[in-house]
């Protein structure tokens, strides 16, 4: 993994507050996610890779690598 | 397009708010929650009781500032009203609260149907109409109840909201002086983004049994057709994109500004927003109000004032900015400084 996709892997972990977060882990085994962490989502790449994403493409991802790779190819 | 309007003065600004008071630790019930409620910044918020209306908050309000500025009820030539939960369908509030402040006859009354953005898009209006019929004192109620449109069920929205109503007194001073800047911005795409979707016989969807069944939506949030219903998501990402730019547009037309006023809508979007605008201009402050009252709609910014600068002077320009249900925006920069801004009091 590149150290962009690590620094997004560990925004990702502290969202979920999940540790050993990995990018095959399936969204939906995670209870947490609800709309409050589209939210934090949405709002951890504006502010920290500057980049605009919506609530839909968030919601459509299945695993945390369709999360990464969202944020990495904006 | 950034547009003045010339010789209107806000003489004061007062709010009330319930004395009932929800905390937000007693709905710690579940790991979502407790995350939520740290994401959105809220702990208390005031909540109406079944029997007070927005009008109920508003009067209470309006009679405190007429008798704080030594105002008669007689010398209001124009009253606007604006909120999304009124006390009927039909008639308009404003001339119920006409009646009961006993203004003359001949005073103007309006309803306007907004929350979030209400306050900044009241006093576009009302400030308009005062220049434009010179119309000398004027009072602009704003308010909601929220609470009550909220399902207890809703995990998230029942968290959010708090109630508060609010009256912005002013001054026609007929000068070119007390110049209000002013923009706008509307996206009527994102009306589903917060919606109440049933609420009337003759609305887009009936009320009926039908429209009074709760359904659990995918994240388990319980609602039905009559409860407020957020896409939180897509209001977020209206805010944190839409809201800067215009911000920025009208700082930069700006002197002076020591204070930003925006809606409080959640910790997310205000730090998100002030982050955005502070990068460039690291010398404005952002007062909230979140954690103690919520999102009282409508009211946020008047609450925001008046809880941080209760009997105290703002000086320099002051730039205030509502943003939410429409989906829209609207900001301002006026003068605040010699406005009365009195202490919150409670009904």
């Known amino acids: 993994m590149s150290k962009k996709t690590n620094k997004i892997l560990d925004n990702l972990s502290q969202i979920f507050e999940k540790k050993n977060l990995k990018p095959e882990d399936k969204i939906s085994s995670l209870e947490q996610f609800d709309s409050i962490i589209i939210l934090q989502i949405i709002n951890m790449c504006n502010m920290i890779y500057k980049k605009k994403i919506d609530g839909l493409q968030v919601s459509k991802c299945k695993k945390i690598i369709d999360i990464i790779n969202l944020i990495e190819k904006k | ?347």
């Open chain 2, 1 to 347: 397009m950034i547009k003045a309007i010339n010789g209107i003065q806000v003489e004061g600004i007062s709010c009330c708010i319930p004395k009932k008071k929800l905390l937000n630790k007693d709905f710690k019930d579940n790991k979502k929650r407790l995350r939520a409620i740290k994401a959105i910044g809220i702990e208390s918020r005031p909540v109406s009781s079944d029997e007070i209306c927005t009008s109920d908050l508003v009067l209470k309000s309006a009679k405190h500032i007429l008798k704080k500025i030594n105002w008669k009820a007689s010398e209001i030539d124009i009253l606007i009203f604006v909120s999304q939960t009124p006390d009927y369908l039909t008639p308009a509030t404003s001339g119920i609260l006409q009646d009961k402040l006993k203004l003359k006859k001949t005073t103007f009354v309006l309803d306007i149907n907004l929350g979030c953005s209400g306050y900044t898009h009241g006093l576009i209006t009302i400030a308009s109409l005062m220049q434009n019929l010179k119309l000398k004192k004027g009072l602009l109620a704003v308010g909601d109840v929220t609470t009550k449109l909220v399902n207890n069920k809703d995990n998230i929205s029942n968290l959010l909201f708090g109630d508060a109503g609010s009256v912005t007194a002013l001054v026609n001073k007929g000068n070119k002086e007390n110049k209000i800047l002013c923009d706008y911005y509307s996206d009527g795409s994102g009306f589903d983004d917060i919606i109440v979707n049933s609420h009337s016989l003759s609305g887009r969807n009936r009320i009926s049994k039908s429209q009074l069944k709760e359904i659990k939506d995918e994240n388990k949030n319980v609602r039905s057709n009559i409860n407020i219903k957020l896409n939180g998501p897509n209001i977020f990402s209206f805010a944190i994109n839409n809201v800067p730019v215009i911000l920025k547009k009208i700082i930069r037309k700006t002197k002076n500004v020591k204070y930003c006023f925006l809606h409080q809508a959640n910790k997310m979007i205000q730090n998100n927003i002030s982050a955005q605008i502070n990068h460039n201009y690291n010398d404005i402050i952002f007062p909230t109000s979140l954690k103690n009252f919520g999102n009282t709609s409508s009211a946020t910014i008047p609450i925001t004032i008046c809880s941080n600068f209760g009997d105290k002077k703002i000086l320099g320009n002051t730039i205030l900015c509502g943003f939410g249900v429409g989906l829209s925006i609207s900001t301002i920069v006026l003068d605040l400084s010699k406005t009365k801004i009195f202490r919150i009091i409670k009904l």
